[in-house]
């Protein structure tokens, strides 16, 4: 059986059910754009943390996440990493600053754009790109 070559995506969704769908959104035009996906960050390329920013427990979540799929990156396991979702909206200039390693941010509003600006790293009208 011969393996796959496509660029792998894992999503981790935190927050209300809102988070979920706009994360079932995303995996569905990921995959509608060619992108394998895995459950398993360690096995992907591209990870995106669908963030929540509402609560502070939901704030404290969102970071660590954040922070464990970094170390994925930094240890070279992935590639790239996305951060969405209402906590990267709602302290977008705060995060930037404390994660300057983010590849980018995805806005809420924009699931029903392509995500294959990921694969080349720049952003479409409604994707702000974060370094």
Known sequence: MRESTREKVALVSLGCPKNLVDSEIMLA??????YELTPRAEE???VI???C???ESAKKESID???QVSKLKESGACRKVVVTGC???RYKGELSRNFPKWISSWEQTSTTESPNWWATGTAGARFSLIT
Not at 29 to 34: I, P, Q, T, V
């Open 29 to 34: 035009k990921l995959s509608e754009a060619g």
């Open 44 to 46: 992907a390329q591209l």
């Open 49 to 51: 943390v669908n963030t």
């Open 53 to 55: 920013g509402f609560i």
């Open 65 to 67: 996440a954040i922070l």
């Open 87 to 89: 906590l990267s909206q």
